[in-house]
């Protein structure tokens, strides 16, 4: 168990539809990243927060947003669905931002499973 | 154009013999290496780093070998048990970040 919650562990909907998937992250850890795994596809970074606020970001589309609360727990909203993003969709944290010297490792929530149909 | 390659999809080992898998990077920025494993219906798991001051790091049976200039780095795990049948994913970050980017995975399976 990474100490990383992600729910919900399941989600069918249909295309044209928003979805929100919730992350906890670890206690302690400040940062949270997004990633998403589509069918034998590898992880692909979407987007990080720091501390509430928006670090980096990856190959995050513009129907997909996400926000990290004063308790640190993030939400990853994902809206005008496609069947497409029908994917895994993997939440992380760390304890800091990154930068020099951080030799910070990233720990996994279970993920959350996306259908669209 | 993927900056972290794993060439192989899949390999296959005999148990307690070595298992090696191999990663491939494009871009020199990248100093700070990680493996991950990941089994079916969950969520990746970390096993080891390395960091690009060195070339080699070890731990229990997984050793990590970082060749810088090659940009190359391998995951040695010696000796192979089934437990270790897995998906197993290289990841890089550069200097500055902690945007990790992962490889494609490797499917190890480990034969009794």
């Known amino acids: 168990d990474s100490g990383v919650t992600q729910t919900p562990k399941h989600l069918i909907t249909a295309t044209g539809q928003r979805v929100t998937l919730r992350c906890s992250p670890r206690s302690g850890d400040l940062s949270v990243y997004w990633y998403q795994q589509s069918l034998d596809q590898g992880l692909q970074f979407l987007i990080q927060y720091y501390n509430g606020e928006e670090r980096a970001k990856g190959n995050i589309l513009e129907r997909f947003s996400a926000q990290q609360f004063p308790d640190l727990h993030s939400e990853l909203n994902l809206s005008s669905l496609e069947l497409g993003d029908s994917a895994l969709y993997f939440c992380?944290?760390?304890?800091?931002?990154?930068?020099?010297?951080?030799?910070?490792?990233?720990?996994f929530g279970p993920g959350t499973r996306l259908t669209v149909l | 154009d993927q900056q972290v390659k794993q060439n192989s999809p899949s390999l296959s080992v005999q148990e307690g013999r070595i298992s090696i898998l191999n990663c491939d990077y494009t871009?020199?920025?990248?100093?700070?290496f990680l493996w991950y494993k990941k089994y079916p219906a969950e969520g990746p798991t970390f096993l080891i780093s390395?960091?690009?001051?060195?070339d080699k790091n070890e731990d229990g049976r997984f050793t990590v070998f970082l060749n810088k200039s090659a940009k190359h780095l391998s995951l040695h795990i010696v000796p192979s048990q089934p437990g270790d049948s897995a998906v197993y994913f290289c990841?890089?970050?550069?200097?500055?970040?902690?945007?990790?980017?992962f490889g494609p995975g490797t499917r190890l399976s480990v034969l009794p």
């Open positions: 990841a890089a970050s550069a200097y500055y970040g902690q945007n990790f980017v």
């Open positions: 992380a944290s760390s304890p800091t931002s990154g930068g020099p010297l951080s030799t910070d490792t990233q720990y």
């Open positions: 390395i960091s690009s001051i060195k």
């Open positions: 871009n020199s920025m990248f100093d700070y």
